[in-house]
C-alpha cells in the first residue's frame, strides 16, 4: 500500500446514518465515494447530493436505475410469480428473528443496487465497498453476496459490524452527538418508530415496534395508498396486456389512459392502485405486488400446460428462495432463471381487472391459445372424449386402493 | 343372481337430473336407496325426501353430515393450508378442459359424501353405488375412488357414462320429457346458465357460459356474499382463536358474539364474512376461504420453526393435490394427514381480523409462543447475537460465488 | 368409409403373439402392414420379414433406430441420469403389482419405436396403429402415449384388451390352435417361463415365474452377462470421455481400443461391461447401465456447482418419472429436456474406470474445470477463507437453534 | 469470574493434534477435561487415557457409544435410506472444496459424539466444549450445531480457528517442535498423506493426496476391506430380518451363524462384508453401507404403498441434508423423524443376499405382506381387473397431449 489513500464506494441514502458513516470513514482514511440508486423510492436526490459533497465525497453518483431495476429484476420475479410465492417464506427469520413481513421487493431491489455500486467501484478503481445496513438483518447478506459474485477480490466495510463503530454509537443520540460535531445536518421530523424501505415494488415497514405482534399499526403509516375506506366508490377498469410473462400494456378502461412502456406501465400501476387502496397486505403496506401478480398467474394458467406449469412453479419456489436468501448472482439462480424465461414464451394474454376497495377482481381474460381452445372444445365431441373412458380411467387409479384396502383386511384377518 | 332385485344406494340430490336417474334404475330392475348428504348446502331436504319416497325409493337417507365434514375433513384442509395452495393447482384440468374455478372446497366435500354413502350400502347390503356426476368432470373422480377404496368389491352405476343412458338423454329436453312421462315434477324456475357447488366452506359456480374465459360474470351469481359495494361501510373485528392448528373459538368484538363449537364457528364466520362481501375470487364466488386460512397461515407462522414449517408446507402441497385428485382415503393420504397433524401440535394463538368491503386485513396476532420470544429477544443483546458474525456467515456462504466468478474468468481466459 | 381396406401399421416382433395378431387383424378385414424396429436387441429380422411376408403383410418395414435410440433417447436419459433415479421408482407399479424390476430402459425404447411407427403410419396414410403388449403393463401405455402425442385422430387397436380377442385366446394352446390353422410358424423352443425386453440399453426379465420374489432366479437367465463367477480375473482399465453431458469417447488402456462415435461407444461398452459381469442387478439382468450413468454423475459432481446441481436433479426425477409413465412427448418433458441440456454445457472431462467381477471401480477422473479448480486452491490461501469466518457461519446458523431450545425450555416451565 | 479455573471438555483423540490443544489448553488456563467416544474406530483407549492423564486433564472420559450409536443414530439413518441418497449430496463442498468423497457415515457420528460431550459438562459443570476439528471441514459445524443445540449457553473453543493457535501451529514441524517441549509422545509411524474417518459404519479417507481427483488411490488404503481380486472365490449367502425398518436379525447361511441384538448385527456385517471386499466406493473404502441400505430399500419397496413411499423419499432427502449440514438436533429434523418412523411401522420381512467379489446381491426376499400379495394376484382374474379398463385410462391421460398437439398445430398454421 503506498501513501496513496484507499477508495471506498458507499451506499448513501441521505439520512442520518449514512451520513456519519460517509464522514467516519474519512476519519478512518478512505477516500469516500457516494452512491445513491434511485429504484423509485420517493427522495430528493439533489439536496441528498449537496449534502454528500458538503461532507466530504470525493464524488457523488446519483444513478436512475429504474428502468432496469423493471427489466432485469421486476420482470423476473413477476415470470417467477416469485412475489406471490414469498408469503411462504415469510415469517420469522434467521437473523431478523421477530421481523413481521419481509417482503421479497426489498430482495429484488438489493442486486439491482449492489451491482451497480460494483460497476461505480471497478470504474473508479475503489478496493473497498460499504453499506449501511445494519449488522441483523437480511440486506447485509444480499448486499454483500452480489458485491463478492461480481468482484470476488473486494474488501467490505461495514461499520454495523464493526465493534469499533457500533461501540462508539450505540443509540441514535451518539449519532446526533457526533451529527452536531461535525456539522452533519439533522433530520428535521422526529424518527418514526419503525424502518421503512420503498421502491417501484412496494413500501413496507419493519422493526420498532412493529416487532410486537400484538401491535396494530398506526394509521398514519398507510402513506402511500389510500384507505379502503376512503378510496373512491366507484372501480377502475384496466387490461393488462402479457408477452413472453411480462406486462407489455396497461388501458384504463374508465379514462382511456393508454402505457406501453415497463416503466411507465409500473409507475401507472403503482399510481391507479394506491388510489384504490390495493395492496394493503397485514398490518404494514405493500402496494403494488397484487396486481400484476395476479393477473400474470391468471394468463399463465390460460396458456400453459398444467404439468409444465407444476415443474415451473418448483422452479419459481427456488427462485424466491435464491432471491430471498441474496444469491441473485450465482450459478443457481441463473439457471433458474434461464429455465423461467423458457416457460413464459407463449404467456400472453390481456387481462381485465377492476380495482375497488382494496381488491382486484379479475373479471375477464382473453388469449390467443384460449381462443383456439374454444374452437378445440366444440371439436371436443367428435373426435375427443368418450364418457366410458372415465370408468377405466378410475378402476385403474383406484386399482392399488382397493388392493391396499384388501390387503389390510387380509392382515387384520391373519393377526 | 336371484330373483331377488339388486340394491343401489343413489347420491341423490332432489333436482331433476337425479331424479330421473332414481326412476330409470327402477326401470332397470333395481331397487333404489337414495341417500342426500347436508354439507350446509341451502336445501328444503323433507321436500326432497317426498319426492324421492313418491319417485319410488325404498328408502330415503337424509345425513346431516355438517359436523362430521367439519371435524373430519375441513379441519385436516385448514391445518395443510390446502386451501390457500389450492390456487397453483386451479386451471386446466384433465377432464374439464376449460373450467376456469375448480375449488378444492368441492375436493373436500365429495369423500365425506361418499363415506356415507358406503356406510349405508354396506347396513343395505347393496351391491351397487349410483351418482348423477357427469362424465367429464373431477367429481365422479372422487366420489369413486372413495366407493373404491372403501368398498373394494361394490359395483358403480354411472349414468351419465353409459351410452344406454346417455343417447337417451341428449340434452335437457329429453328430461323434461322423460320427466313428464314420469310423473317427476318439473323445476320451476329456468335452470341457470351455469351449475353450482355448495357447502359449509364454499359456493361456487362453473361450466356454462362461464367457461368462456371472456365472458363477464353475471351480478345475480353473487346470491351468497354481498356486492363490497353494498356492503357496510364499517369492519367488523373478530378475534379467532386456534389450538392445534384448527379454530376453537370466534369472537367479534363489535358485539361481543361469541362461538366455540366447530360447527358454530363455521356457520357464523360464514354468515359476518357474507356480510362483508369476502371471498369473492375472480368472477366466481367462494366464501369462506380466506379468513380460517389466512388466520391460520398466520398463527402458524408465529409458532412454528420456520424450517420445519418448509418440510410441512411441501407435505401440504402433497395433501392438496391427493384431496383434488381423489386420493382422500389411500395409503399416502394417510401417512401425509398423520404427519401434518403432528407439525401443528403447537399451532395456538389468537388472530384479530378486520372485515372490510371484501378483505381481510390480519391487524395483530398474539400466542404463547410469541410471548415467550418477546422476553426471549430482550435476553438477545445479553449472550446471543455478535453483529460480526454475520460477516463469517457472508463470507462462508459467498465463499462458493467467489470461487465460481474466478473459475469462470479463468476457463475464458484459457480459451 | 368406402369399401377401400383399412390400413393398420402393426408393432411386429416376429414372435408367436404379433404373428397371430397379424393374421387376426387380416380376418377383421385390415390391411396390415408389419413394423420392426431394431433398437439393439438380438433378433433375425430377415427370417422375421419373410415370415411377416408369408403371412400375409401388405408391406413390411425393418427400421434401424439404434443411432436415433442412442442420439435422441439414451443420451438425454444419460444426461437426466434418470437411470440412476429409477431404483427410487421400482417397486410395485399399478399395473403390474409384482413385478420385480421394471426398467427405465425399457420405458425409454418405446417412445422411440413408437414415433417412427407414427411416420410410417402417416407416410402410408393409415388410419390405425397396432401393438402387441398386454393390457396389464406400463408399455401399452407408453406406447399409445405417444401414438396420441404425435399423430391425435389415430385409432389404435390393442388385441389384448378387446373381448372378442382375448376371450378366444385364453391360454397359449388356443395360440398354437391358431397358428397351426393359419400356417403361423411355431416356435422351436419352449417359452421361458419369463418374459424379457432388449434393446441397446439393457435386458431384463420380468413376468412369469420371477413375479415370486421369493424364487431365486435361474442360472441360464444369464444370457448376456458373464457370471462374476467366470469373469476374466483382471480388469479391463477404461477411459470415458463426456462433452456436454454425453459420451464422446471411450478407450480401453488394456488393449488401446478406442471408440468415438455414439453407437460404437455403446455397443463397446456392452461387449467389455459383459465379459466382466458389469450391471446384474437384483436377481435379473441389466447389462450396461451402471458404466455410463456412474461416470457421468462423476463428472457432473466435478464440474457442476453444487446448488444448481440440487436443482437439476429435482428436474431429473420429474424427467424420470415422465419416461416411466409414458410422458416422453408431451409438454412437460420437453420443457425438462430443454432445461436439463442447459445444465449439461460444461459437463466434460474424463473418467477412467475399472470392470471386474461385476463391479465399476472409478480410479480417477480429470476436467478443465477441475485442472483450473486446483490452481484456484492454491490461491486460496492467499484472498479467499479466514478459519474465523467459519466461526460466525456457525454461530449464526445455530441461532435459530439455540432461540428455540431456550424457547422449548421457557414453554416447559411455564406450564 | 473468580480466581476458579474454568473448565472445559475437550473433543480427544489420543492423536498428536489433540494432545497438543489439551496442553495448549491447560497453557491458557483450563482445566480439561478429555473426553473420547467409542463408535467403532480402533483404538487403543487405555493407552489413550493414559496419555491424557500424563499430559495433565483433570479427568479422562472414555465412553463406549457404540450401542447408541447404533440404536439411535445409525438406525434412523437406515430407515430413512439416507445413506443410498447421500450419493447425490456428494461432491464439492462449500468448505471443502475439493474432498472426493464425503460420507453420511462420518456426518452421523459427530451428533452422537457431541450429546455426550454435552452431558459431561453439564456434568462437570464446564462452561466450555473444544475440539480438534479444522476450521474447513464440515464436521467443526456438525460438532457445533449439536453443543449450540442442546446448550445454548456453552462458550465453544476451537483452537484451529484461532489465530493464536493456527499461527503458532503452521505446519506438522511446529506440532513436533511443541510435543517434544511439552513432553508429548510422538507418533511411531510417519503420518499418512490422508487424514481417516472411522466408525461403525464405515472407514473413509479424505485430503491429502487424495484430494487430487486424478490421484488414483494407492493400494495399502484398503485396510479394512479385502481387495475383490483376493476375496473368497464362494459366496457367503446371508439372510437379513427385518422390523420396523430396522435389522433385527442376521443368518449366515454357509455356517449357520445368527445374530440378533443391533450391535451385533452390525459388527458381524462389518466383518463378513469385509472379508468379500464389499463397500468400496470410488478410490476410497466404505466398508458396511451397502447390505443395509440394499436390504432394506429391498423390504420397503416389497412393503410400503408406491405413493406413501414417494412422499417418504421426500422427507428422506431432507433428512439427508440435514444430517449432512449438522441439523440432527433440530426442530426440523425431529420432525422428519417423526415422520419416517411413522413410515415404517409395516417394512419388515426377510431378504436373502450373495455377498461376493464386492457385490451385494439380493437373490430372494420374503414378507408377510408380499405373501398376502400372491393370493391376491390369484384373486385377480375374477373381481379385480378389466383390460378394457386401460383403455380408458389411456385415452383420459392421453387427453391433455392430444389437444396440446391440436392446439400447436392451430397456432401454428395461425401464424
Redesign the interface.
Known amino acids: 500500500m503506498t501513501d496513496e489513500k484507499k477508495t471506498v464506494v458507499l451506499a448513501y441514502s441521505g439520512g442520518l446514518d449514512t451520513s456519519c458513516i460517509l464522514v467516519w470513514l474519512q476519519e478512518q482514511g478512505y477516500d469516500v465515494v457516494a452512491y445513491m440508486a434511485d429504484v423509485g423510492q420517493d427522495e430528493d436526490f439533489e439536496e441528498a447530493r449537496e449534502k454528500a459533497i458538503k461532507l466530504g465525497a470525493k464524488k457523488v453518483f446519483i444513478e436512475d436505475l429504474k428502468e432496469e431495476f423493471v427489466k432485469d429484476f421486476i420482470f423476473p420475479a413477476v415470470k417467477a410469480n416469485a412475489i406471490y410465492e414469498d408469503?411462504?417464506l415469510?415469517?420469522?427469520?434467521?437473523?431478523f428473528?421477530?421481523n413481521i413481513v419481509i417482503m421479497i421487493s426489498t430482495a429484488v431491489a438489493r442486486p439491482c443496487i449492489a451491482r451497480r455500486q460494483v460497476q461505480i467501484a471497478l470504474q473508479e478503481s475503489a478496493e473497498y465497498l460499504s453499506h449501511g445496513a445494519?449488522?441483523?438483518g437480511n440486506d447485509?447478506?444480499r448486499f454483500?453476496?452480489t458485491y463478492?459474485?461480481?468482484y470476488?477480490?473486494v474488501k467490505?466495510i461495514?461499520p454495523?459490524?464493526?465493534?469499533e463503530f457500533?461501540n462508539r454509537f450505540k443509540g441514535r443520540t451518539d449519532l446526533f452527538e457526533y451529527a452536531e460535531k461535525k456539522g452533519i445536518p439533522l433530520p428535521v421530523t422526529p424518527k418514526k418508530p419503525w424502518s421503512m424501505d420503498a421502491n417501484l415494488m412496494h413500501i413496507s415497514y419493519e422493526a420498532g415496534i412493529l416487532?410486537?405482534?400484538?401491535?396494530?399499526?398506526p394509521d398514519d403509516i398507510y402513506c402511500m395508498t389510500s384507505d379502503?375506506?376512503s378510496s373512491p366508490?366507484e372501480p377502475d377498469k384496466l387490461v393488462l396486456e402479457f408477452k413472453e410473462g411480462v406486462p407489455v400494456m396497461v388501458h384504463n378502461l374508465n379514462d382511456g389512459t393508454v402505457h406501453d412502456k415497463p416503466l411507465d406501465i409500473y409507475t401507472y400501476l403503482n399510481k391507479v392502485g394506491g388510489r384504490h387502496g390495493v395492496g394493503?397486505i397485514?398490518?404494514v403496506e405493500n402496494r403494488y405486488v397484487g396486481m400484476k401478480s395476479r393477473a400474470h398467474?391468471?394468463v399463465e394458467?390460460?396458456t400453459m400446460?398444467?404439468?409444465?406449469?407444476?415443474?415451473?412453479?418448483?422452479?419459481s419456489g427456488?427462485f424466491a428462495e435464491q432471491v430471498y436468501y441474496?444469491?441473485w448472482?450465482?450459478?443457481?439462480a441463473d439457471?433458474?432463471r434461464?429455465?423461467l424465461d423458457?416457460?413464459q414464451e407463449n404467456v400472453e394474454g390481456k387481462v381485465?381487472l377492476n380495482l375497488?376497495?382494496?381488491?382486484v377482481?379479475?373479471?375477464?381474460?382473453?388469449s390467443?391459445?384460449?381462443l383456439?381452445?374454444?374452437?378445440?372444445?366444440s371439436?371436443d365431441t367428435i373426435?375427443?372424449?368418450?364418457?366410458?373412458?372415465?370408468?377405466?380411467?378410475?378402476?385403474?387409479?383406484?386399482?392399488?386402493?382397493?388392493?391396499?384396502?384388501?390387503?389390510r383386511k387380509?392382515?387384520e384377518k391373519?393377526k
Open positions: 408469503r411462504y415469510m415469517g420469522t427469520d434467521f437473523l428473528l421477530f445494519t449488522g441483523k447485509q447478506v454483500e453476496m463478492y459474485a461480481l470476488p477480490e467490505v461495514t454495523w459490524r464493526l465493534p457500533y416487532e410486537n405482534p400484538k401491535t396494530v399499526a379502503p375506506k366508490n394493503r397485514d398490518i398467474l391468471d394458467t390460460f400446460d398444467r404439468e409444465m406449469r407444476k415443474i415451473k412453479q418448483m422452479l427456488k441474496g444469491y448472482y450465482s450459478p443457481e439457471y433458474v434461464f429455465c423458457k416457460s381485465t375497488f376497495k382494496g381488491n377482481y379479475i373479471i375477464s381474460r382473453e390467443k391459445a384460449s383456439y381452445n374454444e374452437e378445440l372444445v371439436m373426435t375427443g372424449y368418450n364418457p366410458q373412458d372415465a370408468a377405466g380411467f378410475i378402476r385403474i387409479n383406484s386399482l392399488r386402493l382397493r388392493e391396499h384396502s384388501r390387503l387380509a392382515l391373519g
